[in-house]
């Protein structure tokens, strides 16, 4: 399993890879698109991926969300995941934008954000499809955290994870802060 598992998320990262060098739907400054050769990501990790019930909560509270451009946005504090990390528990709220949709939004900072991560941190995105086991559990696989579009271009604007989902621990899977802009 583990070198089918590492294939598929090598293989997720190339088409990423090709994603962001197609100058029609890149996110990279066009300037930078002729230059580009590849994000950089820790290496595939399995330990850093978690099978996990979300603890749903009943009140769901609207929390307001800061943006990168100092703005601001809704999200719905769906539910929250407890897990260990290097020994240390700790505890994510995943977010929906719409109580209707399956997916569910973690947004994170980690020890890593503004050394080798990006520093306003990264997104995990979990689909019903492909990150929910049969008996119910979510698949929470560190190893496809990703930076939000900010990171690559100040023309977006980008949600920041909120205060309660920065972490103390380093997270060293996923995708490392992309070195062109800063």
């Not at 890879?17 to 066009?30: C, K, Q, V």
């Not at 709220?93 to 947004?107: E, G, I, N, S, T």
């Not at 306003?120 to 990150?131: F, K, N, S, T």
């Not at 496809?144 to 920065?166: F, G, K, R, S, V």
Request: net charge negative; with cysteine; hydrophobic share 30%.
């Amino acid at each position: 399993m583990a070198s089918n598992y590492q294939d598929a998320v090598e293989a997720q990262r190339r088409r990423k890879d090709e994603f962001f060098a197609d100058a029609h739907r890149s996110p990279l400054p066009p300037a930078e698109q002729e230059a580009f050769e590849g994000l950089n990501y820790y290496p595939v990790d399995p330990a850093y991926r978690y099978e996990l019930s979300l603890d749903e909560y009943d009140d769901k509270a609207v929390v307001t969300v800061g943006t990168s451009t100092e703005g601001e946005r809704e999200y719905l504090a769906w539910g929250e995941f407890t897990f260990e990390v290097n020994g240390e528990q700790v505890t994510l709220v995943a977010y929906k934008a719409d109580p209707d949709d399956d997916r569910l939004w973690v947004p994170f900072r980690d020890a890593t954000s503004g050394e080798e991560t990006y520093g306003a941190g990264r997104y995990i995105d979990l689909e019903v499809d492909e990150h929910r086991t049969d008996d119910g559990t979510w698949i929470l696989d560190f190893n496809q955290a990703y930076n939000p579009t900010c990171a690559y271009a100040d023309q977006y604007e980008c949600p920041l994870p909120p205060t309660e989902n920065w972490l103390t621990v380093p997270i060293e899977a996923g995708e490392k802060d992309y070195e062109k802009h800063h």
